[in-house]
């Protein structure tokens, strides 16, 4: 029996690397797809997957990817991230533009290009990583929120619109994790990316990963629609007990 294949994007690191360890680990086959094809290529031969470089912001990029997938039953919208923490008045269209060019058209491109591929599987399911950012607001997150909501309204948006066709659609929305996105969101100023998580302890990848390998891995007829998960020291986007 041939297995199935998982495709997650964003895979060269944090959840995305994660994920698919965890769902190699589950049986599945995976295809990695990120920029850098280095740690990509690393991490898909540790794992037994198959690293294929992708820009989810580059529509060619995405439909040369999506050529190398000939079937897909799993797919894993992970590629995205935050830029900068301005406020409004001070809003940086660049970083806006790339928010909402990564998180919500790269999740637009994927799922447009392998829908076809996931319905012919017969139990196809689609995971969208957002963010409680997806569904709260706070001072200078504007860009990201923004982004991020509009990317949970496309995915919510695919659960009525195949509605009757064999493929699921969860969300997964986390709190603080402790991964390469806060360093990448302060370009690069580990100072501050560390205070983000200072006394607590935030999710992990692999915690993450865990949740959506579980997921995945329910029966065809269970659809896990949205899964919320934070550390337990953090109540909402602005609230966190630290010692």
């Not at 690397?17 to 680990?25: S, V, W």
């Not at 909501?149 to 699921?168: F, I, M, W």
Request: one cysteine or more.
């Amino acid at each position: 029996m041939n297995k199935r294949t998982a495709v997650v994007t964003g895979a060269s690191a944090g959840i995305g690397a994660a994920t698919a360890r965890h769902l190699a680990e589950a049986g599945y086959a995976v295809v990695l797809g990120a920029r850098r094809a280095e740690p990509l290529a690393e991490i898909a031969s540790a794992i037994g997957g198959r690293a294929v470089v992708l820009d989810v912001t580059d529509p060619a990029s995405v439909e040369a990817f999506a050529d190398q997938v000939p079937e897909c039953h799993v797919l894993v919208n992970n590629a995205g991230g935050a830029r900068g923490l301005d406020r409004v008045a001070d809003a940086n269209e660049a970083r806006w533009q790339w928010m909402f060019d990564a998180n919500v058209l790269g999740t637009l491109r994927m799922t447009k290009a392998l829908m076809p591929k996931l319905i012919a599987s017969g139990d196809g399911h689609v995971v969208t990583v957002t963010s409680i950012a997806a569904y709260e607001v706070y001072d200078g997150g504007s860009g990201y929120t923004a982004a991020k909501h509009a990317q949970s309204a496309l995915h919510r948006t695919l659960r009525g619109e195949y509605l009757g066709q064999p493929v699921r659609f969860t969300e997964v929305l986390p709190g603080m994790v402790e991964t390469d996105f806060s360093i990448n969101r302060f370009d690069g100023d580990a100072a501050r990316a560390e205070a983000v998580y200072e006394g607590l302890d935030p999710l992990t990848a692999d915690d993450v990963a865990d949740v959506i390998a579980f997921a995945v891995t329910r029966p065809a007829h269970v659809n896990l629609d949205q899964i919320v998960m934070k550390p337990r020291a953090q109540a909402s986007a602005t609230r966190a007990h630290r010692a």
